[in-house]
């Protein structure tokens, strides 16, 4: 089946580098243990979602691209140095539409691709987009981090980049309120326009992440023969996959309903995002039940769990302990390490526990607000404006709890400075 993702892959203005090479090995290195990931995904698939040969090829190649437009800037960063360029490349985003003459090329055309709307974007859309997800509050920040990262650490290619720029030890309590804060911006009303915190946020990700890939292609330890490119293009869709198709399945598997209108919307807003994050265009998706077919295929590619899986898996499995609570901090740490190992038991299965190196758990918490999500979520559809007052709410909520997850209080950008997010990304 060739889906469009792989049709879309000689249209992506890709550069060609490494097409020549062999595949790196980790593609389809463990295919018995990469079914047993998809195994409950496959279940949700109609059709046949299996890649043929010129789609798993294709899927290969991807190992071996990054992100042209922002590694020429990082290259330029490096040449110029990295203090004054970042200074410049701060002021250029803040300027698009009026850049100085004097502009640098990769500069200039870093901006000039990424300050300008895509034809597809549908305004209305964003907007619904982040509205849906405003409505899951707090729920909604606990599946993705426990179907979207926790889950994700299975496939131990991806784990390399943490492992090996030192990032493991900077911490799992400091790496989720990072991205939290960078989710939460980028699900504001407005947030994804061009200057707004959204918007800012994710393109200072993009440049460190060829910052990254940078690093580690000059730092002498990377095996390009087995994992390919650091942060490349195969990578970075699951990232993006992440956030949205497996989001929307983490939801409605807990019992929270969405409307098919509400769910587009959702992918729509991340496909923008992943846009903007530099994913090729032909391996973004426009509707739901493409993106779990590209999500089934990119698992099919990923190597399986190793030791980075089970660090990665402990150390975010105490997470909980470590957030600022306002009072009962002891209880509360452990009850919330309690519901997110239920939570993760419930997406990964009793396999994807042991692959995580976490302890068997029933999966008791999802079970319990199952139905209490199904009917809570279709009264908000059924009374009228309730779609709208519950995201508020479910904002507000969200809100609230950054500053738990943060350990500190919330970041300046929610009340008009520089975010905690922002700080580290310069």
Known sequence: MMTVQQTKANDTGAHPAGLNKPLPSRHGADMLEARQMASRLRLLITGNPEPDEASWQAMGEALWRGDKLAD????????????????????????????????????????????????????????????????????????????????????????????????LHKGAQRRVAETTTWWLACTEDGGMEPGAPGFTMTLRVRVMHALVRHQLQHGGKWDE?????????????????????????????????????????????????????????????????????????????????????????????????????ANLPGLRGRLNKARHLSLVSWFVGTSGMRALGLPATVPWYPLLMMVPLALRTTLIHLLPGGVSAWAKRGRDVQRRYLPVLLGERPPQHLTGGTSHHEKQAR
């Open 72 to 167: 020429d800037l990082v290259a330029w960063m490096h040449e110029l140095g990295m203090a004054r360029a970042w200074g410049l490349f701060e002021r250029a985003m803040q300027s698009a539409s009026a850049l100085p003459p004097e502009t640098p090329a990769p500069l200039r055309r870093f901006i000039g691709a990424t300050h300008g709307w895509p034809d597809w974007v549908n305004a209305e859309e964003l907007t619904l987009g982040a509205r849906v997800l405003q409505s899951t509050g707090l729920h909604g920040m606990m599946v993705l981090r426990d179907a979207g990262l926790m889950a994700g650490y299975q496939a131990s290619a991806i784990n390399q980049t943490l492992i090996m720029t030192g990032s």
């Open 225 to 325: 023969s087995k994992l390919g490119l650091p942060v490349n293009q195969l990578d970075m869709q699951a990232t993006y996959l992440a956030f949205s198709v497996v989001q929307l399945l983490a939801l409605k598997t807990t019992g929270v309903w969405l409307t098919g209108k509400e769910s587009q919307a959702v992918m729509h807003l991340w496909r923008y995002i992943g846009w903007l994050m530099g994913v090729e265009p032909g391996l973004l998706s426009d509707e739901e039940q493409q993106g779990r077919v590209a999500l089934y295929q990119n698992v099919l590619s990923q190597a399986g769990a190793d030791e980075s899986s089970v660090m990665l898996g402990r150390a975010l499995m105490d997470e909980p302990l470590q957030r600022h609570y």
